[in-house]
């Protein structure tokens, strides 16, 4: 049955990501947001007055709001999420879920013991309008079949202060964005059997990974190639898509900075092979001028609370098989775990 009556909404954690969910909730006629949390709320209350801050996350959890946004440090995540399904709680939490596949496996038992609740994560990368068009066309067919797939996701730097501990973060720029990218390759050609990695904190002195090279395959023999950095000197996302009869390619991802330049799909058919050197591809593309996924996201989540629906896009076990992708990567390259960079909480 739908519900009619505004959705009650609490966040904990009110840094850039908070503070982004409660501007996109506010938008909303079918939400009211009630109760937040942050231990320095101040800027948050700037822009938000009316909104009453409490002392403590248990006291958002505990309130009566129908869904809990998480938005906190990697580390606290998996407590959060398990507390507010425990109470009773729908909730929508930040990527990464957690800082190991453990922290992953626990909330999806919670989730097992609440099944009336809905529990989504934050891969909003899967919503934005280049992405989803390479998909439609990738899985329509019209470009043939898959062949492999090339992803470059980088930043010049390691993101927040808390980012840079390892006891809040967990790991570095693969678990931080590279899950991102991750995430897209398993929606693109499903899960990878196999992995090949060199990971490296060659750069930033913070004590987590700067750079992780990946090569993944599934079983159907598709390759992807990844690369998530924080070495990237000037912001790149390109994630790349060869069909047997042409290519996708996202490039630039628009983000509030813009710094990752603008989001444009290329579409290409691939010319004739019958001349020396064959024909150039032809090629159209298409620019994405605005950013409707943060909408689209909450739309999508919003709508499972509302219909009683599954959660399609960011589910528990898609974050989990992100998360597993991760670790497989770590743990694939013994240099890396050798290394003091190396997650100091490895996945049993």
């Known amino acids: 049955m739908t519900q009619t009556k505004a959705i009650r909404v609490g966040i904990i954690g009110l840094g850039k990501m908070g503070c982004l969910r409660a501007e996109e909730l506010s938008q909303r006629e079918d939400v009211a947001l009630v109760r937040v949390y942050d231990p320095a709320p101040e800027a948050f209350q700037q822009r938000w007055p009316q909104i009453p801050c409490a002392m403590n996350a248990e006291a958002v959890i505990d309130s009566d ?3 809990v946004f998480v938005c906190v440090p ?6 959060t999420v398990i507390a507010a399904l425990d109470a009773g709680k729908h909730v929508f939490a930040e990527k990464p879920p957690g800082c190991t596949v453990a922290d992953v496996e626990r909330i999806r038992a919670a989730e097992a013991r609440h099944p009336e609740l809905k529990l989504a994560f934050g891969f909003n990368h899967r919503f ?3 992405i989803q068009e390479a998909h439609r066309i990738a899985q329509g067919g019209r470009l043939g079949d898959l062949l492999w797939i090339r992803g470059v996701y980088g930043k010049s730097d390691v993101g927040a202060a808390w980012r840079a501990d390892k006891s809040l973060a967990g790991g570095g720029i693969l678990l931080d964005q590279g899950v991102h990218m991750l995430d897209l390759v398993r929606m693109f050609m499903g899960d990878p059997v196999e992995v090949k990695s060199m990971v490296t ?3 930033w002195d913070v004590g987590v990974e700067d750079n992780a090279f990946a090569l993944l395959r599934n079983a159907q023999g598709h390759i992807a190639q990844v690369h998530s950095s924080s070495t990237q000197w000037k912001h790149r996302f390109s994630f790349e898509v060869y069909l047997s009869k042409g290519y996708l390619s996202v490039d630039g991802i628009l983000t509030s900075s ?3 330049g603008d989001e444009t799909l290329t579409i290409a058919r691939k010319g004739t092979e019958d001349s020396a050197g064959g024909q150039p591809p032809a090629e159209e593309t298409v620019y994405f001028d605005e950013d409707p996924s943060w909408a689209a996201e909450l739309d999508a989540f919003l709508g499972a609370v509302q219909n009683d629906t599954p959660v399609k896009s960011g589910n528990s076990e898609q974050a989990l098989r992100a998360m597993e992708l991760v670790y497989a990567i770590y743990q694939d390259d013994p240099t890396f775990m050798a290394s003091p960079a190396a997650p100091n909480r490895p996945t049993p």
């Open 65 to 67: 709001v129908d869904v």
């Open 74 to 79: 990697n580390a606290l995540v998996a407590d």
């Open 128 to 130: 934005h309008a280049g």
């Open 201 to 203: 904190a060659a750069h």
């Open 258 to 260: 813009r710094s990752y």
